[in-house]
């Protein structure tokens, strides 16, 4: 293990198990059923494989990501991508979301972009 990062003991990338959201999921000890978990905030979201195993990790391990592990994508973590229902572009690198990935009804979308025009129409 690199002496640069020598709180961590977990040697492979954080596949499987569920972590935390928003940030670092660098499993740095425990188990999947007692993880611990970097935790400082999220700054990058990894794609690890074409199933869409994803993660999220802070700027000192995006730097370990990088140089020790395989990944499809890697990109700055934003809101899109925290979203349920957002998809992954692999030809872009990056989350997006869709009205359809959202399952808003029609005059949902409408009140979202205007709320004002909404009550016009629709009254209340």
């Given at each position: 293990m690199s002496d640069e990062y020598p709180e961590s003991n977990v040697a492979g990338p954080p596949l499987g198990g569920v972590a935390p959201p928003l940030q670092c999921n660098r499993?740095?000890?425990?188990?999947?059923e007692a993880p611990v978990y970097c935790g400082a905030e999220g700054k990058w979201h990894v794609i690890w494989n074409l199933d869409v195993e994803n993660g999220i990790c802070c700027d000192k391990h995006a730097d370990e990501v990088r140089r020790r592990w395989a990944y499809v994508g890697f990109h700055p973590y934003e809101m899109a991508c925290s979203i349920q229902g957002a998809h992954w572009l692999p030809d872009e690198d990056r989350c997006v979301v869709t009205d359809d990935d959202l399952g808003l009804t029609e005059a949902a979308l409408v009140f979202a972009a205007s709320p004002s025009s909404y009550k016009e129409t629709h009254g209340n």
């Open positions: 499993l740095l000890d425990g188990t999947f």
